[in-house]
């Protein structure tokens, strides 16, 4: 499965706000003996708005950032700027969602998030060069991609919620059952050894096709219930640059 990152929890806003509030980003930093009529400068600015919760030119910028601590889109295509909204619009959705069906939702430990994040220092291929198993070599690479270790550790904490909501929520209704298993053996399996090559036995790896299996049926209901949060939620982009064309849809990955 792909996964989204954590993005800072954002105070509802009434529409009728918003505006004020972009002006009030945009405004002028002069200090008071500058003359009133120099040249605004622009912090930051919104470029989209869900479910009246703002999205803001800088948590693109995070999420940009954040992209090298993902293994799987590490290998990809640079993370643009209109993905990068995609996969925020996303993950916002599905928290809201969560604040809506679990308002008690438990954070994830920190000896969880220190698990993880003991994972991230071996398998980045970005600490190919750095080594990060030191921790010279993990801040140099944080350096390096203008990261923080409050960052990172708020981005794993959040992530492994979101992987805990979907897991509670979608996987464990899911049954795989022996035919399934013997049938992907046969016909997805199989295949895939040379004519002499030695084939595992299917009581050796059925565990792990039943793995596979679960995954392929939670993307699948994952995707669909996400497309429909974002059908009924009310997503606007404000800023038309950054629109996606037609071939991404609104799943997509997460968390």
Not at 34 to 58: G, H, K
Not at 140 to 148: D, P, R
Request: proline fraction near 8%.
């Amino acid at each position: 499965m792909r996964t989204l990152l954590p993005i800072p929890m954002r105070n509802m806003l009434p529409r009728a706000g918003l505006c004020a509030l972009a002006l009030a980003i945009a405004a002028p930093a002069r200090p008071q003996s500058e003359p009133a009529q120099s040249s605004p400068v622009v912090l930051d600015r919104v470029v989209a708005v869900v479910n009246q919760r703002i999205i803001l030119a800088s948590d693109l910028d995070d999420e940009i950032r954040l992209s090298v601590l993902d293994p799987i889109i590490v290998g990809e295509s640079p993370l643009t700027r209109q993905r990068a909204l995609e996969q925020i619009i996303s993950r916002s959705l599905i928290e809201q969602q969560i604040r809506q069906e679990d308002e008690q939702a438990v954070e994830p430990p920190q000896s969880e998030v220190d698990a993880r994040l003991a994972e991230l220092r071996k398998e980045l291929p970005a600490c190919v060069h750095q080594n990060c198993a030191t921790d010279a070599g993990w801040s140099a690479m944080l350096a390096a991609h203008h990261l923080t270790p409050e960052r990172v550790n708020a981005y794993l904490r959040y992530r492994l919620e979101i992987l805990r909501f979907i897991e509670q929520r979608f996987r464990q209704d899911i049954r795989i059952s022996q035919e399934q298993i013997a049938d992907y053996y046969n016909k997805t399996l199989l295949p895939q050894y040379k004519p002499g090559e030695p084939v595992p036995s299917l009581d050796a790896v059925a565990p792990r096709i039943q793995e596979i299996l679960l995954e392929q049926q939670v993307n699948v209901l994952f995707d669909n219930w996400l497309t429909n949060l974002r059908q009924q939620g009310d997503v606007e982009i404000l800023d038309p640059a950054l629109e996606m064309s037609g071939e991404s849809g609104a799943g997509g990955s997460a968390p």
